[in-house]
C-alpha cells in the first residue's frame, strides 16, 4: 500500500514537469500557431542552467534555503533566451510555408543541443544538493523526499496561476484574443508583435521551469531536450494542442501510464506511450481538447 | 503550331537531359582513375548520401511531407546487413540487397502506414518518435544488436561471389570495385525515382503536395497516395542503409539517431528541395563538407544547426535552386 | 438563350427535402432542388442564403442531416466524393484552388488521368501518354489557354486562374459541373471571357452548368434559368423573363432594379 502511494507521488511528479513542457508548447502553439521543435531542448537549457547555477551558488559558499530561489533564475534565464529566438528566428518565418518552421526550429534544436554541450560537456550535471536540503519523509512507512512534495506542489501552483493569468486577467484576454484571430486583434489596436514575444517567453519559462525543477532529482543529460520533446509531444496529443486543460489531462494520464509501464513492462515504456497517443490520434485527431485543426 | 505537333511531346528536352546525365555519369564513372582510394571511398559515401536525400526528397518535395525520421530507415537497412551476416554468415552483396531490401520496404510500409494519418506537425514528430523509439530498441537490446559498440559487417564479395577481395592491397580494390558498384546502383536509383515522379502518380503527389483539397475533389486518394510515397521514400533511404555499412564495416545505433535524420533533412536543402537534383547534389556535397568540418570542430551539431537556419533564412532555394536563379539572371541579361 | 423544349426536359439531379443545420442556422431548410439536363442554371441570393452549402451538399463537402440527392434516379447521398465524382459531379471553388507548383498543362491533365484512373501509374511517363496530352490541349484551347502550357498555375493572372480552375473541373467530364463564383474578384473584361467560354463549353461538350453568382449582368445574360435562395429556402425559380416579371419580390431582396 505504501509502495503504491509513493507510485502515485512519483507519477505526480513527472506530471508535475511534463505539465510545465506540454503547457509551454501548447500556449506558444495557441497563440502563434506555431510549432517549436527546440522546446525540449529549452527544458533541457532550464535544466543545465540551474544546475550550474546552484554549482556556482555552493561554491559561493551560499546557504541551501536560498539556493531555492535558483529555480526560477534558472527559468528565467531560458526565457529571455526565448525573448531573443522570437523575434531573430521565427518572426520571418510567420508568413511562410509551414515546412521553413519546422526547419529552422529543428535547425535551433540542434543549436542548443550543441550549445549546451558546448558550454556544460558531456557528463551529467547535478543539483542534488537542493534535494538534500529538505528533510526526508515518512509516508506510509517509506521514506520519500521532500523535495518531490515540492516539485508537485509548483506544478500545481503553476497550472493555477496560468489558468488566472489567461483566463482573469486583460493580459489573458489579449492572448486569447490574439490566438483566435491575429488580424484583428491587430485592427483593434493590439500590439501583436510584444504579445508573441511575451507569448513565446511565457512557453519559455514554462519549460526552463520545468527543467529547473527536475534537476533536483535527476542529473541533467545530454539528449534529454530531444526526449522531452517526444514525450510533450505525446502529451500535446492525448490532450490537444492549445489546450491548457488538455496539457494537464495528458500530462497526469501520461504519467501514470508511464510509471504503471516501467513497473510491469520496462522494456516497452515508450511504446505503451505511443500505442495511447496512435489510440487517441484514430479516434480524435485533435486530442481530447485541442483546438488544433 | 498544328496541334498534332504540340500533341507528340518534344524529344527535345528530353535527349538534352539524357546527355547531360549521360555527361555526368561518365566522369563518375573515370573518378577512381584519378584519385586515390580515399577519395574514392569518400566519393562513394557521397553517393550514398545522395541516395539517402533521393529517397527522402520524393516526401519532402514532391508530396510536402516533412520526416525528422528518416535514420529510421538507413539504420534499419544497416542493421538488416548486420543481422544477415551475423545470423547467416552471409558474404554476398547480393545477398544483403536481397533480404535488405524487402525489409526496409516492409519497415516503411508498416510506419508509414501509421504517420500519413497525421497532418504536417503531428506527422514529423511521429516519425520522430519512431526513430527514437527504433534506436532505443538498438541500443537497450544489445544481446542482438550490439548495443552502443553496434555490429561489425566484414567485407562482401560482390556480383554473386564472383569478384572478392583478399591479400595485400585488397582494400584498394575492394574500394574501387565497390564504388563502381554503387554507382550502379545509384544510377538505377536515379533513372527510377526520376520516371516515378515524372508519371502521372508524380503529378498526383504534387497536386496533394500543392493543395490537398483540390486533389481530394478530383478523385485523388490522398491517404493512399501518401502511403506509398512513404513506402517508396524509406526503401531508397534503406538501400542507402544497406550500401553503406559494408563500406564503413560497421553499423551503430548512431545511424538511427535523430541528428541523423537531422543530416538527412539537411542535405536536402542543402541542394535545394525543390527539384530532382537538388538532393544528389545536396548529398554529395555534404559528404565533403562534414568529412572536413568534424577535422576542424567537434562541435559539428552547432555548424550544421547554423548553416541550416542560414539556409533556409537565405537559400531555401538550396544550392541547385540558387545555381539556377542566378542561371535565369544571367541568362535575362545576355538577352537584353 | 436557347431553351430545352418542354418535352426534351429530363431531370438530371434532383434533391429531396434537404435539410442542412449549422446551429441555430438552417442553411438548407427542406431544399426539393432540380436541375435539367443541359442548362445553365444560375444560383442566386443574397450571402448567407445558402447557396455554398447546398452546392457542397450535392458535391460532398458537407453530410446533409436529412434529405435525398438524386443523380437521374440514383440515391447518391451517402456516396463519397470519389463516387460523386465517378457519376459526373464535378465542382469548383469560390477562392481559387489550384496546383501552383504544377504547369497549367499538368493542372488540367491531372484532371483526366485520375478520371481514367490512371493517377496510380507510376511506371511510365505522363508527358508520353499521347491520349491524355491531346485531350489537355483541346480543353486548354477551348478555354483560350493552349498559349501558356507550361506556365506555372501561381504565376498565372487572376482572371486566368479562375478560367483554369473551371477547366480543370471541366477535365473531370462531368455530367453536372458546379462553379462557386467563377468571376468574382475578376475585372469587368475578363468577366465576359470567363463566362462565354464556359457558356460556349456547356452548349458543345453536353454539360449541365448550376453557377452561383452574384454579378446579375451575368446571371440574366448567360442563364436559362435562375433560382433564387433567401435563408436556406427557394424564393424564385424560373427563366430570366419569368425573374424579371417577379420584380416585386426580386428588387426588395436585390435593392436595386433588374437589368433588363
Redesign the interface.
Known amino acids: 500500500m505504501a509502495i503504491l502511494i509513493i507510485q502515485i507521488l512519483n507519477s505526480l511528479l513527472y506530471a508535475s514537469v511534463l505539465f510545465l513542457i506540454a503547457a509551454g508548447l501548447s500556449l506558444i502553439f495557441g497563440v502563434m500557431r506555431i510549432v517549436n521543435l527546440a522546446h525540449g531542448s529549452l527544458y533541457a537549457l532550464g535544466a543545465y542552467a540551474t544546475a550550474w547555477l546552484i554549482g556556482r551558488a555552493i561554491g559561493l559558499g551560499v546557504p541551501s534555503g536560498w539556493l531555492f530561489l535558483l529555480l526560477p533564475v534558472g527559468a528565467f534565464a531560458v526565457a529571455v533566451v526565448g525573448m531573443i529566438i522570437e523575434p531573430l528566428l521565427l518572426r520571418p518565418f510567420y508568413r511562410r510555408a509551414e515546412e521553413y518552421q519546422l526547419l529552422v526550429t529543428f535547425g535551433l534544436l540542434q543549436i542548443l543541443e550543441d550549445l549546451m554541450r558546448m558550454i556544460w560537456g558531456g557528463t551529467p550535471l547535478s543539483a542534488d544538493t537542493l534535494m538534500d536540503a529538505l528533510p526526508i519523509i515518512k509516508v506510509g512507512g517509506l521514506f520519500y523526499p521532500a523535495y518531490n512534495l515540492v516539485v508537485i506542489g509548483i506544478g500545481v501552483i503553476a497550472a493555477i496561476v496560468l489558468w488566472a493569468a489567461i483566463y482573469h486577467t486583460k493580459f489573458g484576454v489579449m492572448l486569447r484574443a490574439t490566438s483566435q484571430d491575429r488580424r484583428m486583434a491587430s485592427a483593434l489596436g493590439l500590439n501583436v508583435g510584444m504579445i508573441y514575444v511575451m507569448a513565446f517567453a511565457i512557453g519559455c519559462f514554462m519549460a526552463g521551469l520545468g527543467g529547473a525543477i527536475v534537476v533536483p532529482t535527476q542529473a541533467a543529460v545530454l539528449g534529454m531536450g530531444v526526449d522531452a520533446l517526444v514525450i510533450a509531444f505525446v502529451v500535446v496529443v492525448i490532450g490537444g494542442l492549445g489546450s491548457l486543460k488538455g496539457a494537464l489531462v495528458g500530462a497526469v494520464v501520461v504519467s501514470f501510464v508511464r510509471t504503471a509501464g516501467i513497473q510491469f513492462f520496462p522494456e516497452l515504456e515508450l511504446a505503451v506511450l505511443y500505442l495511447i497517443a496512435a489510440a487517441v490520434l484514430l479516434v480524435r485527431p485533435t486530442g481530447l481538447y485541442g483546438t488544433a485543426s | 503550331m498544328t496541334?498534332d505537333s504540340?500533341?507528340?511531346?518534344p524529344f527535345g528536352p528530353l535527349l538534352k537531359l539524357a546527355s547531360l546525365a549521360a555527361l555526368v555519369l561518365l566522369g563518375l564513372i573515370l573518378v577512381p582513375s584519378f584519385v586515390g582510394p580515399y577519395q574514392t571511398q569518400l566519393m562513394t559515401f557521397g553517393l550514398i548520401a545522395a541516395i539517402a536525400a533521393l529517397g527522402f526528397n520524393l516526401l519532402?518535395g514532391y508530396t510536402?511531407l516533412?520526416s525528422?525520421g528518416h535514420s529510421a530507415y538507413f539504420g534499419i537497412g544497416a542493421y538488416a546487413v548486420a543481422f544477415t551476416a551475423k545470423f547467416f554468415g552471409a558474404y554476398s552483396m547480393e545477398f544483403y540487397l536481397l533480404v535488405g531490401v524487402p525489409a526496409v520496404a516492409i519497415v516503411s510500409g508498416l510506419f508509414g502506414y501509421?504517420c500519413v494519418?497525421?497532418?504536417?506537425?503531428?506527422f514529423?514528430?511521429l516519425t520522430?518518435?519512431?526513430s527514437?523509439?527504433i534506436y532505443?530498441v538498438a541500443l537497450?537490446f544489445y544481446w542482438v544488436t550490439g548495443g552502443s559498440d553496434g555490429l561489425r559487417v566484414p567485407r562482401p564479395a560482390l556480383l554473386f561471389g564472383s569478384v572478392s577481395f583478399s591479400g595485400p592491397r585488397s582494400y584498394e580494390q575492394f574500394f574501387t570495385a565497390y564504388y563502381y558498384y554503387v554507382l550502379a546502383i545509384f544510377a538505377v536509383c536515379v533513372v527510377l525515382m526520376w520516371?516515378?515522379v515524372?508519371?502521372?502518380?508524380?503529378?498526383?503527389l504534387?497536386?496533394i503536395?500543392?493543395?490537398e483539397?483540390?486533389?481530394?475533389?478530383?478523385?485523388?486518394?490522398i491517404r493512399r497516395?501518401r502511403w506509398i510515397a512513404f513506402l517508396v521514400s524509406g526503401t531508397f533511404t534503406g538501400v542507402a542503409g544497406i550500401l553503406w555499412v559494408p563500406l564503413n564495416g560497421l553499423t551503430t545505433p548512431e545511424q538511427l539517431y535523430?541528428?541523423f535524420s537531422?543530416e538527412i533533412?539537411f542535405t536536402a536543402?542543402l541542394g535545394g528541395f525543390r527539384n530532382f537534383t537538388g538532393p544528389l547534389v545536396g548529398g554529395l556535397m555534404f559528404t565533403y563538407l562534414k568529412t572536413y568540418a568534424v577535422a576542424w570542430t567537434e562541435?559539428?551539431?552547432?555548424l550544421?544547426?547554423?548553416v541550416?537556419?542560414g539556409l533556409?533564412?537565405v537559400f531555401?532555394t538550396g544550392i541547385v535552386g540558387a545555381v539556377s536563379q542566378a542561371w535565369r539572371w544571367v541568362s535575362r541579361k545576355r538577352q537584353t | 438563350m436557347g431553351q430545352p423544349k418542354a418535352a426534351d426536359v429530363t431531370v438530371l439531379l434532383k434533391t429531396v427535402d434537404l435539410r442542412k443545420q449549422f446551429g441555430e442556422t438552417r442553411a438548407c431548410d427542406g431544399l426539393n432542388f432540380t436541375v435539367n439536363k443541359g442548362e445553365f442554371l444560375s444560383l442566386v441570393g443574397s450571402n448567407g442564403a445558402g447557396k455554398t452549402t447546398l452546392v457542397n451538399l450535392i458535391s460532398a463537402h458537407l453530410q446533409p442531416d436529412s434529405g435525398q440527392i438524386l443523380l437521374e434516379d440514383r440515391d447518391i447521398t451517402r456516396a463519397t466524393v470519389t463516387e460523386r465524382i465517378k457519376a459526373g459531379i464535378a465542382r469548383s471553388f469560390q477562392l481559387v484552388n489550384l496546383f501552383d507548383g504544377l504547369s497549367v498543362f499538368d493542372n488540367v491533365a491531372l484532371a483526366v488521368f485520375s478520371r481514367e484512373g490512371k493517377t496510380s501509374k507510376m511506371a511510365r511517363l505522363a508527358d508520353r501518354d499521347y491520349e491524355v496530352r491531346r485531350e489537355v490541349l483541346d480543353i486548354l484551347g477551348q478555354f483560350g489557354m493552349a498559349a501558356k502550357t507550361a506556365v506555372l498555375a501561381g504565376g498565372l493572372a487572376q482572371g486566368e486562374r479562375k478560367l483554369l480552375d473551371v477547366a480543370v473541373a471541366y477535365a473531370l467530364r462531368p455530367r453536372l459541373l458546379f462553379l462557386d463564383e467563377p468571376t468574382s474578384g475578376v475585372s469587368t473584361a475578363d468577366k465576359a471571357q470567363i463566362m462565354d467560354t464556359v457558356s460556349s463549353v456547356v452548349r458543345g461538350g453536353m454539360v449541365t452548368a448550376v453557377v452561383i453568382e452574384h454579378d446579375m449582368d451575368v446571371v440574366f445574360r448567360y442563364s436559362d434559368r435562375i433560382v433564387m435562395m433567401h435563408e436556406g429556402a427557394f424564393l424564385a425559380d424560373g427563366t430570366p423573363d419569368e425573374i424579371r416579371a417577379n420584380q416585386d419580390v426580386a428588387s426588395i431582396l436585390l435593392g436595386a432594379p433588374l437589368p433588363s
Open positions: 496541334v504540340r500533341v507528340v511531346a519532402l510536402g516533412l525528422f501509421i494519418r497525421h497532418t504536417k506537425i503531428f514529423g514528430i520522430l518518435a519512431i527514437q523509439v532505443s537497450k520516371v516515378i515524372h508519371s502521372p502518380f508524380g503529378k498526383a504534387q497536386a503536395r500543392d493543395n483539397v483540390r486533389a481530394r475533389f478530383l478523385g485523388v486518394p497516395f535523430w541528428t537531422g533533412v536543402l562541435y559539428w551539431q552547432l550544421l544547426g547554423v541550416l537556419v533556409v533564412l531555401p
